[in-house]
């Protein structure tokens, strides 16, 4: 969201929050990218021997939150650079693979465990922020929308 209030900026604070939003972006994509679930964990750490990694048991659970999925698409939107679709599609997957069931997704309780234990709890927040993407057509992040509970924003001049 730093990227994208940056667009709102004058030089130098439009490249500095730009640069800003693609770093945190990219260390929350490694959180995910370290975990066998390839979701991430809820909190994570840094240390001389740690990065981005959750270490307490409490941290390392995934309750369908949205806000690293949307940072991909809203990157995606005003660089156009393919790693963001790409890292989305891998969420999605990740989504598929561990969180979906017979009645719609469920959270995991430990992102780090080859065979996640589900919570069996659909946040509400899931389908109104998480799913926001609307798909035109192709996989994930071709949208012109973003929805979320507070509001609708049309990101075609992005």
């Known amino acids: 969201m730093l990227a994208l209030g940056g667009?709102?900026?004058?030089?130098?604070?439009?490249?500095?929050?730009?640069?800003?939003?693609?770093?945190?972006?990219?260390?929350c994509h490694e959180s995910y990218d370290r975990t066998n679930t390839k979701l991430g964990p809820e909190a994570f750490r840094?240390?001389?021997?740690?990065?981005?990694?959750?270490?307490?048991?409490?941290?390392?659970?995934?309750i369908l939150r949205p806000e690293v999925i949307e940072s991909y698409f809203v990157l995606w939107r005003l660089t156009h650079d393919v790693r963001y679709r790409q890292w989305g599609w891998e969420a999605v997957q990740a989504l598929e693979k561990h969180?979906?069931?017979?009645?719609?997704y469920t959270g995991v309780k430990n992102v780090y465990s080859d065979e996640p234990t589900q919570d069996d709890v659909q946040q509400s927040f899931f389908l109104a922020e998480t799913l926001k993407v609307i798909l035109k057509k192709g996989p994930l992040i071709c949208s012109v929308l973003i929805l979320n509970s507070l509001f609708l924003v049309p990101l075609l001049a992005i």
């Open 7 to 27: 667009t709102h900026l004058e030089e130098p604070w439009k490249s500095k929050h730009k640069e800003l939003g693609v770093a945190i972006t990219h260390t």
């Open 46 to 62: 840094f240390s001389d021997a740690i990065e981005a990694k959750a270490l307490k048991s409490n941290e390392k659970y995934y």
């Open 99 to 104: 969180c979906r069931v017979d009645g719609g």
